[in-house]
Structure formats: structure tokens, C-alpha cells
């Protein structure tokens, strides 16, 4: 059995932020804001973590070690104030002569400690195999606190792009798709590698995120020299309950620089032919997905636009009530990857992925989030993301590849989505 106490209350925002930076400097942490910066959830170290296996169906591994963890709880707690955190890989084929290393094929963390934070209330939880001492949660928080301290900073960095050719291979995967009588769309990814002089600083990497994309959802994982960033601005579901919300995010053109010049691409977006096609086949599948698991769906008949800091998109929401027997490792299963981060048809998609993509995905474009013990979730899509091993660091920008597609284009709009990590390295560098 695992030893579980926990303490509710309402923390003042300073408080909140000590515990955040103290536990951005440990060895393990585990970090989660939703986009409307309402909910946190903040790990500090590890009492179990779990690397599902490249064989067997990595869903069902997490789940039936997540159902283990749960066994092992305490009956008499808030479940709904721990979880685990981290993400599955993109594909179940993986690769472990990557930087990836153990994490080829997804990881998860349950905390050592674990701090949830509401508008309503804050509940820190301690989880240990082994007996309590004396002290109280505040007081190992406090510890945790004033043995924090780094002096990390980033010197500087380089970056190469690992595919030079690739708007020339856009041009040829546009080629099959026109050929085909099968293929509607394919979500092909470029990488762009580098190197730091230096070492990323956790907490002003946090900062930074947060200040720099203030719409998108923020996650941080570190295991030791492995470390995960991403301010992505979508999400693959929401389960509350059994209320059930996604959204389809398809379709994408920048900022501008003014107020009119926003609005005027935000309006070019909505009217392009091709972006607006590329929409409606992912509002299409995601929607038939959910049918397949509830009877009560309901979404907007014509998209809204998303802005983030760099780019605008178009974007459905879709909410449903869920059927009994479909939990958190179900949904996930049935709703990756959609088509925003695959393509149509999903096998077919996948199989071109695996073959043309320079590097495998393994978080990138991923599930990636927290779930509950009590069932809850909030799983999103690893994009606007960076991995970073030691020194070295490794990003990832995909575009939807359509039968109008041009290669020129699709790299400029890949750029765009390279520019939220580009973005913080440059803001880290110019801190020293």
C-alpha cells in the first residue's frame, strides 16, 4: 500500500509561485497549466514512474500500471487531487537509438508530491511507500524550498534544420496525394536541431513560456537529463465526468502587426478554400470518433478563429456526454491522432509518416497531459514543443499536406510554428 495525507487550503499567488520554482529545480518535475490558466498541476520527484514497452498496445500498458497505482491507494483521500503526468508516444513503432532514449515509447510520472491548483482551492498530496516522519507536508515543502537553488543560465545556441529538402519532398507527397484514390490529407513533420552553450535554467524557461504565449496550455517534464517543453494550443479532450470536450484545430495563417492587419488574415483564413477543406476533414472525423463513443454531441456549424502569439487558426469546439464504459485510456486511444497530427485516412497516414519524417515524433504531436485517480483528464498535443537531452535539443513543426499543397508554403508556415521555442531560447539567451 501506498501512504497518502493531504492538505487542502487556499495559497496566496506568492506561495504558489515558491513551490512552482522549487519544484522546477529538482532533479524530477512534472508541470501542467491549462490555457485558460485556471488549473495547475505541479510535481515534485517521483514515488513510481512508468516507460510503457515498445511491443503490446502502449494504452493499455499506462492503464493497467495506472489501475495498479490506484490499488494501492488509500481509500479515504481526494483521488481527484492526484494524478499522473507525462504522455504516450506518438506511434507505437519506436526507436530507441534516439535522443528519446527510455522515453521512446511515452512516460509517466506519479509524484512524489503533487500540488493541484483551482480557483477554488489548493491541494497538496504526499505519496510515499514508506511511513511519514514527523514533519508536516509544509514543512517538507519548506525544506524543498530552501534547498532550492540554481545558477543555470543559457550562454547561447545553434540551430540546423535536419530537412533541407523538405519543400521539395511536399511537393512530391502532394504528387501521390493526387494520385491516390484513398488519401485526403497528410500531416508531414520537419525538425530542426540544436546545441546550448550553457544549460536551460527550469524556472525562467516557465517564466518565459508563460509570458511569451499567454493563450496556449503549458507542460514541462524533466526526468533527470531528459526534459520535455510545450505551449501547445491544442487539446485532445477534457474529461470531466462524463462531460466530454475537444475542439478541431485545422487550418493556419500568421499575426499581423496591427489590430487590421490581424483581422484582415484572420478573415483571408476563413475564406481560403484550402484551409477551410482542410478543416472540415478533421471536424468531420473528430466528430464522427465521438459519435462512436456518445449519442450527444454537439459542435458549431462553421468555425471560430484561435489566436496565439504567432499564428491564428481555425477552430471547432465539440462537447458530448460519454457512455459508461469509455474512460480516460479509452478516449485516448479512439481520439489519437486525429487528423490535425495524422491525416485521412489514419493508417495510411501513419505508414507515410513513419517512412518520410527524418526523426520519429515519440512526444512530439503526442498525448501528453495529466489523469486522475478519481477518472478525470486533460490530455493535449505535444506541438510548439522542444526535447531537449543535456546539450542538445531537438524541435518538431508539422503542416497539413492537401492536394493543393505547395512546398514553399507549407515551410513558411512551419517556420511560424518553430517561432513559440525559437522565441524562448532567444529570450533565455538574451538573460545572462
Known amino acids: 500500500m501506498l501512504n497518502v495525507r493531504q492538505v487542502h487550503g487556499n495559497w496566496n499567488s506568492s506561495r504558489i509561485q515558491q513551490i512552482v520554482d522549487a519544484a522546477l529545480e529538482q532533479e524530477i518535475f512534472s508541470y501542467f497549466e491549462s490555457s485558460d490558466r485556471k488549473t495547475q498541476w505541479i510535481g515534485i520527484g ?4 512508468f516507460y510503457p514497452e515498445d511491443t503490446g498496445n502502449r494504452f493499455s500498458s499506462v492503464e493497467k500500471w495506472f489501475d495498479n497505482v490506484k490499488s494501492q491507494l488509500p481509500t479515504k483521500i481526494d483521488r481527484d487531487a492526484i494524478a499522473i503526468l507525462g504522455g504516450f508516444s506518438f506511434d507505437k513503432n519506436v526507436n530507441h537509438n534516439t535522443p528519446w532514449k527510455k522515453w521512446s515509447a511515452g512516460v509517466f510520472v506519479l509524484p512524489r508530491i503533487i500540488v493541484k491548483v483551482t480557483s477554488k482551492e489548493t491541494t497538496i498530496s504526499e505519496i510515499k511507500k514508506h511511513k511519514f516522519s514527523n514533519d508536516t507536508i509544509e514543512d517538507v515543502l519548506n525544506k524543498v524550498i530552501e ?5 543555470a543560465e543559457l550562454k547561447n545556441f ?10 521539395e519532398q511536399v511537393d512530391k507527397l502532394v504528387d501521390s496525394i493526387n494520385e491516390s484514390k484513398s488519401l485526403k490529407k497528410v500531416v508531414l513533420g520537419r525538425f530542426k536541431q540544436g546545441e546550448f552553450d550553457g544549460n536551460i535554467n527550469a524556472v525562467e524557461t516557465l517564466k518565459a513560456l508563460r509570458a511569451l504565449n499567454k493563450t496556449t496550455y503549458h507542460f514541462m517534464l524533466k526526468i533527470k537529463e531528459q526534459l520535455f517543453i510545450s505551449a501547445t494550443p491544442e487539446r485532445l479532450f477534457l474529461l470531466d465526468g462524463k462531460r466530454f470536450s475537444t475542439a478541431a ?46 449519442t450527444d454531441v454537439d459542435m458549431n456549424e462553421t468555425p471560430m478563429i484561435l489566436k496565439n502569439q504567432t499564428v491564428q487558426h481555425l477552430y471547432t469546439p465539440i462537447q458530448a456526454n460519454v457512455s ?22 489514419s493508417k495510411e497516414t501513419m505508414s507515410i509518416i513513419r517512412n518520410l519524417e527524418s526523426q520519429p515524433r515519440v ?11 478519481e477518472g478525470n ?12 537531452h543535456f546539450d542538445q535539443f531537438l524541435m518538431f513543426a508539422g503542416a497539413g499536406i492537401m492536394p493543393d499543397s505547395v512546398g514553399e508554403s507549407e515551410v513558411k508556415e512551419t517556420e511560424l510554428k518553430f517561432q513559440p521555442m525559437i522565441r524562448l531560447l ?5 538573460r545572462k
Open 324 to 345: 459508461d464504459n469509455a474512460d480516460a485510456f479509452v478516449l485516448v486511444e479512439k481520439m489519437h491522432p486525429t487528423p490535425a497530427l495524422g491525416g485521412m485516412p
Open 46 to 49: 517521483s514515488t513510481s514512474r
Open 158 to 167: 545553434q540551430t540546423e534544420d535536419l530537412d533541407k529538402d523538405w519543400n
Open 426 to 430: 532567444q529570450y533565455l539567451e538574451e
Open 147 to 151: 534547498m532550492s537553488h540554481s545558477s
Open 249 to 294: 484545430i485545422a487550418g493556419t495563417i500568421g499575426r499581423g502587426d496591427s489590430e487590421q492587419e490581424d483581422n484582415t488574415l484572420a478573415l483571408k483564413l476563413y475564406k481560403d478554400d484550402k484551409n477551410r477543406q482542410e478543416h472540415q476533414i478533421v471536424v468531420n472525423e473528430i466528430s464522427s470518433r465521438v459519435k462512436g463513443f456518445s
Open 377 to 388: 483528464a486533460e490530455m493535449i498535443v505535444g506541438i510548439r514543443s522542444m526535447y531537449v
Open 363 to 373: 512526444l512530439f504531436g503526442a498525448p501528453i497531459g495529466y489523469i486522475t485517480f
